[in-house]
T-cell receptor, first 114, second 113 residues
Framework: DAGVTQSPTHLIKTRGQQVTLRCSPK?????VSWYQQALGQGPQFIFQ???????QRGNFPDRFSGHQFPNYSSELNVNALLLGDSALYLC?????????????FGDGTRLSIL | DQQVKQNSPSLSVQEGRISILNCDYT??????FLWYKKYPAEGPTFLIS?????DKNEDGRFTVFLNKSAKHLSLHIVPSQPGDSAVYFC????????????FGTGTRLTIIP
């Protein structure tokens, strides 16, 4: 039973560039959430996708956008990269319509902005 | 505004003893609480959760206690083992888990052999 998988593992970009991160949810899950984890902090919620629509959004600028595909996989896009976007980006999946179900996380993509 | 707080950045416990990790929250709308464990270079791993309709949930060596009136939860690990050394995050959600997770800043637990 495959868990949540993310790609790539590491990425180095320069300021002003654009990046796309990818996530495949755990088998059977239909909801994908994205989080940003800065060094020494807990993960911060970016947004959540269910049925290919953005269901909930955290306090992140419009430079952060996403997409969910019919097979439930998801992409996170960040435009006009800033130095402050350097962080670990985590994807989590869950069952969208069931109560008291935990989100399961992938190992993340480490994004470094030079 | 930090809605979920873990006030102890680190904790050291002797192997075989009990580890107690604490978490406080301010949002009274939270109704589902989780603990995650994180090793370096890995994503958070789900450990145990509790719904607001309960005050205790147990799974093997791990027990979570919820005190709604104090807006406080704790994770007990007994007995502590060297493999338990990791960063532990407390998280909370509204709508019984269907909403976003709000995390604390984590507690680094070190088990001393």
């Amino acid at each position: 039973d495959a868990g949540v998988t993310q790609s790539p593992t590491h990425l180095i970009k320069t300021r002003g560039q654009q990046v796309t991160l990818r996530c495949s949810p755990k088998s059977g899950h239909d909801t994908v959430s994205w989080y940003q984890q800065a060094l020494g902090q807990g993960p911060q919620f970016i947004f959540q996708y269910y049925e290919e629509e953005e269901r909930q959004r955290g306090n992140f600028p419009d430079r952060f956008s996403g997409h969910q595909f019919p097979n439930y996989s998801s992409e996170l896009n960040v435009n006009a990269l800033l130095l402050g976007d350097s962080a670990l980006y985590l994807c989590a999946s869950s069952f969208g319509q069931r109560l008291n179900q935990p989100q399961h996380f992938g190992d993340g993509t480490r994004l470094s902005i030079l | 505004d930090q809605q979920v707080k873990q006030n102890s950045p680190s904790l050291s416990v002797q192997e075989g003893r009990i580890s107690i990790l604490n978490c406080d929250y301010t949002n009274s709308m939270f109704d589902y609480f989780l603990w995650y464990k994180k090793y370096p270079a890995e994503g958070p791993t789900f450990l145990i959760s509790i719904s607001s309709i309960k005050d205790k949930n147990e799974d093997g060596r791990f027990t979570v206690f919820l005190n709604k009136s104090a807006k406080h939860l704790s994770l007990h690990i007994v007995p502590s083992q060297p493999g338990d050394s990791a960063v532990y995050f407390c998280a909370a959600s509204e709508d019984f888990g269907n909403e976003k997770l709000t995390f604390g800043t984590g507690t680094r637990l070190t088990i001393i052999p």
